[in-house]
């Protein structure tokens, strides 16, 4: 299996525009879970989902962030409108659930958003 | 590479010494810890994990000791290898899907 695959590596884009970063879990993973690393705040989780639906969303900094799972291989994270305050790496990680707590999580490469 | 914290704590070790990382969680009732490792410009990786029921367990060169009474854990590394460098994160979970990360320590690796 290849990994978690995320997309793209690098994004740079002006304050106002919308971004899109991609996920692909792998494959059989049960669970997906999006995180921002930062300086300051170091690794915080956004959202997470369980077979596509959206569990817990409470690290959604702001209605500016949506995250959606429209099928168990692919994940988007969308900031609309970006911020330079948005600036940080974003990772994906997937893991098989078993029931009461899930199995180790793997994560993707992350994608650095530098927003001007 | 990622923004892994200029400010992150630093453990400065002899290659071929062993290393301990410390971290100190802050719920007492979490049930499981996991010790993360990342390496400049990629995601954190598994290394060792460890329910509450259990105060060590080991690893291929690694070792996790928890500590309930101090809310205390520590990542034990033998021989330590240039390859070891990185930042190293303990994370706790309460019966749950959530993980919550701890700020790291950077470990560098003397030749």
């Known amino acids: 299996d290849a990994g978690v695959i995320q997309s793209p590596r690098h994004e740079v884009t002006e304050m106002g525009q919308e971004v899109t970063l991609r996920c692909k879990p792998i494959s059989g993973h049960d669970y997906l879970f999006w995180y921002r690393q930062t300086m300051m705040r170091g690794l915080e989780l956004l959202i997470y989902f369980n077979n596509n639906v959206p569990i817990d969303d409470s690290g959604m900094p702001e209605d500016r962030f949506s995250a959606k799972m429209p099928n168990a291989s692919f994940s988007t994270l969308k900031i609309q409108p970006s911020e330079p305050r948005d600036s940080a790496v974003y990772f994906c990680?997937?893991?098989w659930g078993s029931g009461f707590s899930t199995d180790t999580q793997y994560f993707g490469p992350g994608t650095r958003l530098t927003v001007l | 590479g990622e923004s892994v914290g200029l400010h992150l704590p630093t453990l400065s070790v002899q290659e071929g010494d062993n290393s301990i990382i410390n971290c100190a969680y802050s719920n007492s009732a979490s049930d499981y810890f996991i010790w993360y490792k990342q390496e400049s410009g990629k995601g954190p990786q598994f290394i060792i994990d460890?329910?509450?029921?259990?105060d060590k367990r080991q690893g291929q060169r690694v070792t996790v000791l928890l500590n309930k009474t101090v809310k205390h854990l520590s990542l034990q590394i033998a021989a330590t290898q240039p390859g070891d460098s990185a930042v190293y994160f303990c994370?706790?979970?309460?019966?749950?899907?959530?993980?919550?990360f701890g700020k790291g320590t950077r470990l560098h690796i003397l030749p």
């Open positions: 994370a706790e979970s309460l019966r749950d899907d959530k993980i919550i």
């Open positions: 990680a997937s893991s």
């Open positions: 460890i329910r509450s029921n259990m």
